[in-house]
C-alpha cells in the first residue's frame, strides 16, 4: 500500500505566479488534511477536505489560496499570485473514512515552495 | 485557542542516555494526543497515538504518557541512538480532526 504521495516536491515560482501543489492520499483514505510549515516554526493546519468537500478551511488564508479534493484524482492546493511569504513546506495528510478521531493522520513527504 | 509547547526546543545527548522530551497543551478538550518525528527535508512518521481515554502507550524503546487533566505528555526514549537524531513533534488532535502541533523538540544523539 503506497503511502501519501505529493508532487512536485520542491517548486520554484517567480512573485506573481500560481503554485498547485498535488496530494494523493493513501488507497481508501478519504479524508485530505493540509498543513503548512514556515521556515523556524511549527505545523499549521489549513483545510481538511472529504471527496468533493471541504469541511474545514479555518486555516487557509482568506484570499490567493485554495483547495479541492475531486470525485477522481488528487487534492489540489492552489496558491494563486504567491509572494515570499509563501515559501514553505506544505504537508497533505490523509486519514481513513473511519472515525478519523481514532487514527492517526499519514503525512506525505511534503511540497517545499520556493517564492523568488 | 489550543496551544501546544514543547520542552526543551533542543537536547544533545551521548548515545545510549535515557532522555525525556515535555509537551504541554493549554485546552483538555482533545480527541488523542500524537508524538511525530520528522527528520531533515522529509515528512512526518507516527510514532505513538495515545486516545484520550489512554494514560500511556509503548513501542520499542518509546514510551509515551498522558495527563489530560494536567494538559502534559512526555516522550521516554531508552538507550538513545544517533539514529534516533531527528525532530520530534507532539500534537493534539482537537474538534474538526485537526491536528495541533507544537513547535518540535530538536534531538541530536552524538556516537
Known amino acids: 500500500n503506497a503511502g501519501v504521495m505529493q508532487n512536485p516536491r520542491h517548486l520554484v515560482r517567480r512573485r506573481g505566479q500560481e503554485a498547485r501543489l498535488r496530494c494523493s492520499p493513501m488507497?481508501?483514505?478519504?479524508?485530505v488534511y493540509w498543513y503548512r510549515q514556515l521556515p523556524e516554526e511549527g505545523l499549521k493546519f489549513m483545510v481538511y477536505?472529504?471527496?468533493?468537500?471541504?469541511?474545514?478551511e479555518s486555516g487557509m488564508p482568506k484570499e490567493r489560496f485554495s483547495a479541492e479534493f475531486p470525485k477522481e484524482g488528487p487534492s489540489i492546493l492552489r496558491i494563486q499570485q504567491v509572494v515570499r511569504g509563501d515559501s514553505a513546506a506544505y504537508f497533505c495528510?490523509?486519514?481513513?473514512?473511519?472515525?478519523?478521531?481514532?487514527?492517526?493522520?499519514?503525512f506525505g513527504p511534503g511540497t517545499r515552495l520556493t517564492v523568488l | 485557542k489550543q496551544e501546544v509547547t514543547q520542552i526543551p526546543a533542543a537536547l544533545s545527548v551521548p548515545e545510549g542516555e535515557n532522555l525525556v522530551l515535555n509537551c504541554s497543551f493549554t485546552?483538555?478538550?482533545?480527541?488523542?494526543l500524537q508524538w511525530f518525528r520528522q527528520d531533515p527535508g522529509k515528512g512526518l512518521t507516527s510514532l505513538l497515538l495515545?486516545?484520550?481515554?489512554?494514560r500511556e502507550q509503548t513501542s520499542g524503546r518509546l514510551n509515551a504518557s498522558l495527563d489530560k487533566s494536567s494538559g502534559r505528555s512526555t516522550l521516554y526514549i531508552a538507550a538513545s541512538q544517533p539514529g534516533d537524531s531527528a525532530t520530534y513533534l507532539c500534537?493534539?488532535?482537537?474538534?474538526?480532526?485537526?491536528?495541533?502541533f507544537g513547535a518540535g523538540t530538536i534531538l541530536r544523539v552524538k556516537s
Open positions: 495528510a490523509s486519514s481513513p473514512p473511519t472515525d478519523p478521531r481514532g487514527d492517526t493522520q499519514y
Open positions: 488507497k481508501g483514505h478519504s479524508h
Open positions: 477536505l472529504q471527496k468533493e468537500n471541504i469541511i474545514d
Open positions: 485546552d483538555s478538550a482533545i480527541y488523542n
Open positions: 495515545i486516545q484520550s481515554s489512554q
Open positions: 500534537a493534539v488532535l482537537e474538534y474538526g480532526n485537526k491536528l495541533v
